[in-house]
């Protein structure tokens, strides 16, 4: 039950990561909004994820925002780049989309100051820093900052707060923070690149961490997958 | 002539100031990328200006973003909410569009990123601080920080600079660097609220700054006006 009455607007975008990011804001007493972006990513079936776990969340208010990235191109994400499967690699992986987090985070403060909310959550966790520069915990805080300085919000002296709570987890705590919530896993949707008939890959970095962190946990994860890693 | 083959990504809304900024990268050697977003604001009008400004400036690339801002809803600007005309006042007005320069310099930043762009322009100015908060000197460095923490860019060493070359500049000041760098003033658009035949009203804040820019400035605004102010 909401204490408060606080709304919590969810950068939702159909991942694991981000579902369990929604129903800890959920279980933290806030009311949900959410906000998916429709950016022109391969992976629509991500889109699809986030709709249903709107639904079973009893999120109030969610908007998908259509943001067509791939007039910008440079990216595995939204371009015609191969997305990798062979494992994943130190450096910024091809599947980085430009600004990314930034702009989404901007759409986020965007929507949550339309509706009066303050409280903003998104997914991002440690796995993300080394291959992510728009996921570490200085550039989080530093948007904080911009986003206080730079909206009416902000400077009429209620400004946002940005909840980042898997920062500190790796993907085996979000697997085992997923079954503890009682939230299905196959409700999210992690894979890059999946089969014509829509099954996830299971070789794309995305779909690698994902199985990782879930054997690490040792809790079962419902997903079907197209192949087997060898790792 | 173009020293360096630098390119300058120029916000473009078409309106006077975004007209003038992109005139002084021109003058100072930028080769021009420009970006316009399209984000159901009432007055279409100004994304034409924008298209005519980049043939005229001999932009090398121009992206029109569409995106619908009407979903977040909380402005004058992109809801249907009246437009005043009765005179600037000194609060947050109306028109303010919830977190617009977060978002619009986010994704100005996405667009300079993917062409390997760093310089980043944007026709923020003096008058426009008062009002909104996304205007003034300090958001503008904090933003800078927040995109060089959060993008590849910015990690690998190539910071984007923010440039704001009317930051100081007064309406007047702006009027006669347009007369300066032979611009016509009728190319850009100003007006909040165009008439029905499309023709600027004269009588929103943004025609009021306008008009009395040029006045200040005593050289001639092109643009006709529907209504004259009782100023």
């Given at each position: 039950m909401s204490e408060s009455g606080k709304i919590a607007t969810v950068l939702l975008s159909g991942g694991l990561d981000s579902m369990v990011t929604a129903a800890i804001a959920r279980e933290s007493g806030f009311r949900l909004h959410a906000l998916t972006i429709?950016?022109?990513?391969?992976?629509?079936?991500e889109l699809k994820s986030a709709s249903s776990i709107a639904k079973k969340l009893g999120v109030e208010r969610h908007v998908t925002l259509p943001l067509d990235l791939r007039e910008f191109g440079g990216s595995a994400l939204t371009a015609d780049i191969d997305v990798p499967k062979t494992g994943v690699a130190?450096?910024?992986?091809?599947t980085y989309v430009p600004a990314r987090n930034l702009l989404f985070l901007a759409l986020t403060t965007a929507f949550a100051e339309s509706s009066g909310s303050s409280d903003l959550f998104i997914g991002v966790n440690a796995l993300d820093y080394s291959g992510y520069p728009d996921c570490r915990p200085e550039f989080i805080a530093s948007f904080a900052e911009t986003a206080r300085l730079g909206t009416k919000q902000g400077v009429e002296g209620v400004p946002f707060q940005i909840h980042a709570?898997?920062?500190?987890?790796t993907k085996g705590d979000i697997a085992r923070e997923c079954i503890r919530l009682s939230?299905?896993?196959?409700?999210s949707w992690s894979c890059y690149d999946p089969s014509p008939?829509?099954?996830?890959?299971?070789?794309c970095d995305s779909c690698r961490l994902r199985r990782k962190g879930f054997a690490e946990a040792r809790v079962a994860d419902s997903t079907p997958y197209a192949a087997d890693t060898d790792d």
């Open positions: 429709d950016y022109g990513q391969r992976h629509v079936r130190d450096d910024i992986p091809v709570p898997l920062q500190h987890m939230l299905d896993p196959a409700w008939q829509g099954i996830a890959c299971g070789l």
